[in-house]
């Protein structure tokens, strides 16, 4: 596995490792933040909805240009592309709240 490979591999395990626990700050340590702020820092956001306009899940654009990672709320994994490499990770809980976060701001 090359040195490039492993980085999208741990920068997407981060990322789902965030959603799991929930745990995401911006300066202050102390300071925890919400879904809406993790979103705040999002590049693009892509609505999945039903024929009848209701909301499925979305993907989240959380870095471009080197590498891409995008979150899918409804495979609950964080996909992640680098030249030839790409990965997916799965996420199992979302204790950041981001697809409930998303649901809102559709729904707005």
Excluded at 32 to 58: M, P, Q, R, T
Excluded at 103 to 108: H, P
């Amino acid at each position: 596995m090359t040195d490039a490979k492993q980085d999208l591999i741990d920068q997407c395990k981060s990322i789902a490792l965030t959603i799991e626990t929930g745990e995401y700050y911006l300066d202050d340590p102390e300071e925890e933040c919400s879904a809406y702020d993790y979103l705040n820092d999002a590049l693009d956001i892509e609505y999945v909805v039903s024929s009848k306009k209701e909301y499925l899940g979305a993907r989240v654009l959380v870095a471009f240009g080197g590498p891409n990672i995008w979150i899918n709320t409804r495979t609950k994994t964080v996909d992640g592309v680098w030249w030839g490499d790409s990965c997916s990770v799965s996420y199992h809980s979302d204790a950041l709240g981001l697809d409930e976060a998303l649901a809102d701001i559709y729904s707005c």
